[in-house]
C-alpha cells in the first residue's frame, strides 16, 4: 500500500564506466551535476565495471574492453551522491569468477547497494532496498547481454550454486519462406554444417528446438513474412517477475533495472522486441519505472499504463579508453605483442580515433532523468541534456557536464514518438506528462 499524500523524487542515468580518479579540485561542471542528482531521495546508475586490483582471471570473452577499476573509484564515485546501482552487465564477468566475487567484497565494504550479480542466482536475482523518508524503494536487476558461461547458477540441496549475473536470456526464430527454409536443408545437407548439432541431439547431449529447423545453430521457421522474432526466456520472465511481486509486497516502489545491447533491427537507438516485452511485464507485475541502458546511446521512452520504461538511458561517465590494465588476449585480438601497452592497443582498436565508439557523436551526448512520484503516480518526467566531451583527448573525455545542446532533447524528442511518448522541450529542458494508457 502506498503512503497517502507521500511524494518522492527519482533520478536516473545510465552507464557508468570509470576507470580515473577524479582530479582533487573536481572539473568544471562537476557541481552542477552533483547538485542536480542529488536533490532526488533516489538516485540510480548503472555501474559497468568490475571493481577490484587485478584479483580475478581475465576471462578468454570480454564485453569489449576487459573492464576493470580500483577500488579506490568508489571513493569518487560517491561524490555524485547516486544510491542504487545495477551492477549486472556485459562486463561483470570479464575477470571470471574471482574478479566478480571480490567486485561484492568491494562493494560491500564501500556500502554501495547494488542488484544483478552475486553468489547464486537467488543472490542476484534479489530486490535490493533503499530506505527514503518518503517510502521504501526496491530495485531489481538482470542483463541480456552476456556469455552463457556467466550465468549465476542456482543453490542446491547437494550442490553450490555458482557466482554471475542475474540472466535476461532470449529465444530468437528467423521466419522465412518456403523456398528460402529448402535452400537451407540443402545447404545443411551438403555442408554437414549441423552435423555435431544432430550427433548432439541423438546422444542426448543437446535438446532439438521444436518446431523449428537449426541452421548454424540458429532457429528457423516457415512463415509467409521474412523477418526475425525474439522472445524472452519463459523461466528468466517468470524469476523476475516473482522477484517484483515479492518486492512490492515489500516496498513502496520497485524499479527494474535491464542491461542490453540488442538491437531492433540495424539499429543501436531502438530496443529488440524482446525486451519490449520484457519491460512491458515488469510494469504489469508492479514496477514503476524499468530503466535501461547498454548501448551506449539514448532510446526512446516509453508511458506504460502508469509506468515508466526508459529502453536506455545511454552513457553517464565513459572512460572506456583509460583502463589501466589489459589481458594478453586484448593485444593478441588487435594483431599486438603480448607486452604492448593500452594506448597502443586503444589506438590500433580505434585505427588511430578514426573508427569506434569514440567517433560516434551520440556516445558522448546524454540525459540526466528525473520524476516525482505523488500518491503512488508519476506526475512528469524531466530530461536535462548532458555531454561527455567527445572533443577532448581520450585520456580526459568522458565526464559528464549540462550542456545548453537542444539537439540532444531533439534527437530524443523522435526517439521517443517512436514509442508513442510525446516528449515536449522548454526552456533547455525535455519534459514528459504521464497520461494512463
Given at each position: 500500500?502506498?503512503?497517502?499524500?507521500?511524494?518522492?523524487?527519482?533520478?536516473?542515468?545510465?552507464?557508468?564506466?570509470?576507470?580515473?580518479?577524479?582530479?582533487?579540485?573536481g572539473?568544471?561542471?562537476?557541481?552542477?551535476?552533483?547538485?542536480?542528482?542529488?536533490?532526488?531521495?533516489?538516485?540510480?546508475?548503472?555501474?559497468?565495471?568490475?571493481?577490484?586490483?587485478?584479483?580475478g582471471?581475465?576471462?578468454?570473452?570480454?564485453?569489449g574492453?576487459?573492464a576493470?577499476?580500483?577500488?579506490?573509484?568508489?571513493?569518487?564515485?560517491?561524490?555524485?551522491?547516486?544510491?542504487?546501482?545495477?551492477?549486472?552487465?556485459?562486463?561483470?564477468?570479464?575477470?571470471?569468477?574471482?574478479?566478480l566475487?571480490?567486485?561484492?567484497?568491494?562493494?560491500?565494504?564501500?556500502?554501495v547497494r547494488?542488484a544483478?550479480?552475486?553468489?547464486?542466482?537467488a543472490?542476484?536475482?534479489a530486490?535490493v532496498?533503499?530506505?527514503?523518508?518518503?517510502g521504501?524503494?526496491a530495485?531489481i536487476?538482470?542483463?541480456?547481454?552476456?556469455?552463457e558461461?556467466?550465468?549465476?547458477?542456482?543453490?542446491?540441496?547437494?550442490?553450490?550454486?555458482?557466482?554471475?549475473?542475474?540472466?535476461?536470456?532470449?529465444?530468437?526464430?528467423?521466419h522465412?519462406?518456403?523456398?528460402?527454409?529448402?535452400?537451407?536443408?540443402?545447404?545443411?545437407?551438403?555442408?554437414?554444417?549441423?552435423?555435431?548439432?544432430?550427433?548432439?541431439i541423438?546422444?542426448?547431449?543437446?535438446?532439438?528446438?521444436?518446431?523449428?529447423?537449426?541452421?548454424?545453430g540458429?532457429s528457423?521457421?516457415?512463415?509467409?513474412k521474412?523477418?526475425k522474432?525474439?522472445?524472452?526466456?519463459?523461466?528468466?520472465?517468470?524469476?523476475?517477475?516473482?522477484?517484483?511481486?515479492?518486492?512490492?509486497s515489500?516496498?513502496?516502489?520497485?524499479?527494474?533495472?535491464?542491461?542490453?545491447?540488442?538491437?531492433?533491427g540495424?539499429?543501436?537507438?531502438?530496443?529488440?522486441?524482446?525486451?519490449k516485452?520484457?519491460?512491458?511485464e515488469?510494469?504489469?507485475?508492479?514496477?514503476?519505472?524499468?530503466?535501461?541502458?547498454?548501448?551506449?546511446?539514448?532510446?526512446?521512452?516509453?508511458?506504460?499504463?502508469?509506468?515508466?520504461?526508459?529502453?536506455?538511458?545511454?552513457?553517464?561517465?565513459?572512460?572506456?579508453?583509460?583502463?589501466?590494465?589489459?589481458?594478453?588476449d586484448?593485444?593478441?585480438?588487435?594483431?599486438?605483442?603480448?607486452?604492448?601497452?593500452?594506448?597502443?592497443?586503444?589506438?590500433?582498436?580505434?585505427?588511430?580515433?578514426?573508427?569506434?565508439?569514440?567517433v560516434?557523436?551520440?556516445?558522448?551526448?546524454?540525459?540526466?532523468?528525473?520524476?516525482?512520484?505523488?500518491?503512488?503516480?508519476?506526475?512528469?518526467?524531466?530530461?536535462?541534456?548532458?555531454?561527455?566531451?567527445?572533443?577532448?583527448?581520450?585520456?580526459?573525455?568522458?565526464?559528464?557536464?549540462?550542456?545548453?545542446?537542444?539537439?540532444?532533447?531533439?534527437?530524443?524528442?523522435?526517439?521517443?514518438?517512436?514509442?508513442?511518448?510525446?516528449?515536449?522541450?522548454?526552456?533547455?529542458?525535455?519534459?514528459?506528462?504521464?497520461?494512463?494508457k
Amino acid at each position: 500500500m502506498k503512503i497517502m499524500g507521500a511524494r518522492i523524487s527519482f533520478t536516473a542515468v545510465g552507464d557508468i564506466f570509470m576507470n580515473r580518479p577524479l582530479a582533487e579540485a573536481g572539473y568544471d561542471g562537476l557541481e552542477q551535476i552533483v547538485k542536480l542528482v542529488g536533490e532526488s531521495e533516489v538516485r540510480f546508475a548503472n555501474l559497468e565495471t568490475t571493481i577490484h586490483d587485478r584479483e580475478g582471471y581475465p576471462y578468454p570473452f570480454s564485453g569489449g574492453t576487459w573492464a576493470m577499476a580500483s577500488p579506490a573509484v568508489l571513493d569518487d564515485l560517491k561524490k555524485y551522491n547516486f544510491n542504487l546501482y545495477n551492477a549486472a552487465n556485459n562486463h561483470s564477468m570479464d575477470y571470471s569468477h574471482n574478479g566478480l566475487m571480490a567486485t561484492i567484497r568491494h562493494l560491500k565494504e564501500k556500502g554501495v547497494r547494488f542488484a544483478g550479480i552475486g553468489e547464486n542466482l537467488a543472490d542476484a536475482a534479489a530486490p535490493v532496498y533503499l530506505e527514503c523518508s518518503s517510502g521504501r524503494v526496491a530495485l531489481i536487476a538482470a542483463t541480456a547481454t552476456f556469455h552463457e558461461a556467466w550465468t549465476a547458477g542456482n543453490q542446491r540441496g547437494d550442490m553450490k550454486g555458482r557466482p554471475g549475473v542475474n540472466p535476461l536470456r532470449h529465444e530468437e526464430k528467423f521466419h522465412v519462406s518456403k523456398s528460402q527454409l529448402e535452400a537451407l536443408r540443402e545447404i545443411a545437407h551438403e555442408t554437414l554444417i549441423d552435423a555435431q548439432q544432430e550427433l548432439d541431439i541423438k546422444e542426448g547431449f543437446a535438446v532439438e528446438t521444436p518446431g523449428a529447423f537449426k541452421f548454424a545453430g540458429k532457429s528457423f521457421v516457415e512463415s509467409e513474412k521474412t523477418y526475425k522474432e525474439t522472445i524472452p526466456d519463459k523461466r528468466d520472465m517468470e524469476r523476475i517477475k516473482a522477484s517484483i511481486r515479492e518486492a512490492k509486497s515489500q516496498a513502496d516502489y520497485v524499479m527494474v533495472s535491464i542491461h542490453s545491447h540488442e538491437l531492433g533491427g540495424l539499429r543501436k537507438d531502438y530496443p529488440a522486441e524482446f525486451l519490449k516485452t520484457f519491460a512491458r511485464e515488469c510494469i504489469d507485475a508492479g514496477a514503476i519505472a524499468v530503466l535501461g541502458h547498454g548501448p551506449h546511446v539514448l532510446r526512446g521512452i516509453e508511458c506504460y499504463k502508469g509506468g515508466l520504461i526508459f529502453y536506455s538511458l545511454g552513457n553517464f561517465i565513459f572512460e572506456n579508453d583509460t583502463t589501466a590494465h589489459q589481458p594478453a588476449d586484448f593485444y593478441e585480438k588487435y594483431g599486438l605483442p603480448y607486452d604492448a601497452q593500452v594506448g597502443a592497443g586503444m589506438d590500433r582498436r580505434s585505427q588511430g580515433g578514426k573508427v569506434g565508439l569514440g567517433v560516434n557523436k551520440d556516445v558522448w551526448n546524454s540525459v540526466v532523468a528525473k520524476w516525482i512520484v505523488e500518491d503512488g503516480k508519476i506526475q512528469r518526467v524531466y530530461l536535462y541534456p548532458i555531454t561527455l566531451n567527445q572533443e577532448l583527448p581520450r585520456y580526459t573525455r568522458g565526464l559528464p557536464k549540462l550542456t545548453e545542446n537542444t539537439g540532444i532533447l531533439v534527437s530524443m524528442q523522435k526517439l521517443c514518438a517512436e514509442m508513442g511518448t510525446d516528449l515536449k522541450i522548454k526552456d533547455g529542458v525535455g519534459y514528459i506528462e504521464l497520461e494512463e494508457k
